[in-house]
């Protein structure tokens, strides 16, 4: 095959953190080329120079033997690099068909944008990718992410992509959406289109994949054919170790409940949750996407407050109606969304560990005093070995693993006795993800209760001492720590609802 795309000697510096280190890179026109490595490895930075998002301080890129500049997304486009990203950048408020052509539109011979022929090119790419030709008049903002993807690669195809990129784009997706994607990218491979496909789940890359690189602290570690590589000899490149380590838990036996729930419902979410939580015990929330699980933890929060049931803290009936209410009560709450919900992007290290106890850090809760909210930020880059130059670092700058710790470290500063953790490790590497687990463990150590919602499901049966299972808003299977994975599965799936059990 031969080579579409090479990247050669790239460097890239940010303050006094070195991104990227002499890398080079490779693409074969008709392949599928993963690229690996831990976030913060410096994964990002090279697509988003590719994707002229970055400018490379030193190195040469060259498509098809040809020297190329990169200088803008726009630029990569016209050169056929087309970029799909986990959370796709689009313009909500236009069609598909808008999105695809603005800043090019179709003109007919008297200079008038010709929205027609528009329409029909967007419908013939979405046809070829044997997608619903129709989504071409949708507004943008109401498709799924999943198809908000498909969108993005028909607006690469339109440009006669040579190379696609796709950045975790399974991360938020159902496993149907994510089969479909597959087999949309096997298409393109086969169509001489090469493809650099960025992902934490092994398994996909083992299923995709002809060749995988692996980058670590910003250096290639080396590019093998995946029949080359185990997928433990991967982790050991990514992280320098192997993983999983074993996480030794066990929750107290006995003890007065810390959190009860009694039927607990909320019209067209949820309805008759019920479950007991003790001190120092992780109980593990497993199911689909739609499953309820999300809607059950900002209810317990007071974002999104029940309609009938009753909530226990500690033994006292309380009614969750905000936030606030619930921080007073020891409830901490890590959301599933932690770059909508978590995290202040675009602000510092230091403010966004300290926003959730901001007036405990205040002068009589009116004077911020910055000196303790520094002190704070530090205990917590050291305590969580959070990657970041200093505590002014912008959130943003950060790789989606510490970005993650930067929101656990916000909650465990307000010293939560009941914390809900939902998918506390989506979207990171295996070795943050290690560190997460042991996070958890240790917090249950010491007297935390944990609500564990995930949808891996070895991750829910290697930490938790009990599993709820849900689906569509009703709890359909309760479990031990020791149950059989495919018990777990199934009650997640469907048939009728589980028996219960202690």
């Known amino acids: ?102 800043g090019r539109e179709l003109r007919d011979r008297l200079g008038n944008i010709d929205k027609r022929a528009q329409v029909r090119r967007v419908q013939d790419l979405l046809r070829d990718l044997d997608v619903d030709p129709r989504l071409a008049q949708r507004q943008m903002g109401s498709l799924s992410v999943a198809l908000q993807q498909l969108a993005l690669i028909a607006k690469a195809l339109s440009w006669d992509a040579r190379v696609m990129v796709f950045d975790e784009p399974t991360a938020i997706l159902t496993a149907r959406e994510a089969e479909n994607l597959f087999t949309i990218i096997r298409k393109l491979r086969d169509r001489g289109v090469g493809i650099i496909y960025i992902s934490h789940r092994l398994e996909e890359i083992y299923s995709l994949a002809n060749r995988v690189t692996v980058l670590k602290d910003g250096e290639i570690k080396g590019t093998w054919p995946l029949d080359a590589v185990s997928s433990a000899q991967l982790i050991e490149l990514m992280a320098g170790h192997a993983l999983f380590e074993s996480v ?49 933890a900002q209810a317990l929060f007071g974002i999104e407050p029940a309609d009938a049931g009753e909530v226990r803290v500690n033994n006292r009936s309380v009614r969750m109606r905000s936030p606030s209410q619930a921080l007073r009560l020891g409830i901490a709450y890590l959301p599933e969304d932690r770059k909508g919900q978590g995290l202040f992007g675009s602000l510092t290290l230091r403010y966004n560990t300290a926003i959730a106890i901001i007036r405990r850090l205040s002068l009589r809760g009116a004077v911020v005093r910055p000196r303790r909210e520094d002190d704070l930020a530090r205990r917590y880059l050291h305590e969580l070995s959070i990657k970041a130059p200093d505590t002014t670092t912008k959130v943003s700058n950060l790789s989606g693993g510490n970005q993650q710790k930067v929101v656990l470290a916000k909650w465990l500063a307000s010293e939560p006795r009941i914390f809900i953790l939902d998918e506390p490790t989506r979207g990171i590497d295996v070795s943050a993800k290690q560190e997460i687990h042991n996070l958890i463990v240790n917090l249950a150590g010491k007297g935390v209760a944990i609500v564990l919602i995930s949808s891996e499901l070895p991750e829910v049966l290697r930490l938790s001492d009990r599993i709820i299972v849900m689906r569509e808003g009703q709890i359909t299977g309760r479990f031990s720590r020791d149950a059989a994975a495919g018990a777990v599965l199934a009650a997640a799936m469907g048939g009728r609802a589980l028996q219960k059990t202690p």
């Open 1 to 102: 095959m031969a080579t579409v795309l090479e990247m050669q000697g790239i460097d890239k510096s940010f303050g006094g953190v070195h991104a990227l280190a002499d890398v080079s890179f490779d693409l074969r026109a008709g392949e599928v080329h993963a690229l690996c490595g831990q976030n913060g490895a410096g994964k990002s930075t090279l697509i988003k120079i590719l994707a002229g998002a970055l400018q490379p301080d030193a190195g040469a890129i060259r498509i098809d033997g040809r020297p190329v500049s990169l200088t803008s997304p726009a630029a990569a486009l016209q050169l056929g690099i087309g970029t799909v990203y986990q959370d796709p950048l689009v313009y909500p408020e236009l069609s598909v068909t808008e999105n695809i052509f603005t």
């Open 248 to 296: 030794a838990h066990q929750a107290p036996a006995g003890g007065q409940p810390a959190l009860s729930v009694r039927e607990l419902s909320r019209r067209g979410a949820f309805q008759g949750v019920d479950f007991d939580l003790r001190s120092g015990e992780i109980l593990g929330f497993f199911g689909l996407v739609g499953a309820g699980r999300t809607e059950v």
